[in-house]
């Protein structure tokens, strides 16, 4: 996962920079979001993946689905990623992506798991508090998982906060551990 990472930050870091020149990061936004969901496809990652298919034909096959979905930039980025043989690299190129106009925008993606679903006001406290703590403003995404069996585990792009009581116990087995 590292090395996909490694792999698609230079042409998320050039689509970045080419959407902040032309004032369409949400285009972008959009467009990066659609080429994944695409990739994504297991039908569609089946046929990227058959060596029998060329180069020409896959291009064809995708500008046929993509039709209305990307702008004249978007076409040719989809051919960049097709020709240098990175296009499974896509959903990684859109969320480093996202991280890049996040940072710009001074916003933070935090995708928040509990052991309970919050009210509005918990969520609202919750969000507050990580406001303060990572001095950025917050977009939540909250995912209820009953193994956690209390607290919370928010990763805010590299950064991860484990308040949750399974974590805690992991960390208290360790520690009796060694």
Known sequence: MSELSTLARPYAAAVFKRASESDSAEQWSQMLNFIAAVVKDKDISTIIEN???SQDRLIQLLLDICAGQLNGEGE???KLLVQNDRLTLAPQISKLYENHKADAEGYVDVDVTTAYAFTKEEQKKFTSALEKTLAK?????VNV?????GGFLAKAGDRVIDGSIKG??????KTLKA
């Not at 403003?137 to 995404?141: A, H, L, P, Q």
């Not at 998982?145 to 069996?149: A, E, G, M, P, T």
């Not at 805690?168 to 087995?173: A, F, G, S, T, Y």
């Open 51 to 53: 060596p029998k298919v």
């Open 76 to 78: 040719n980025f989809l």
């Open 137 to 141: 403003k917050v977009r939540i995404s």
């Open 145 to 149: 998982d009953k193994s956690l069996i």
């Open 168 to 173: 805690r116990l992991q960390h208290m087995q």
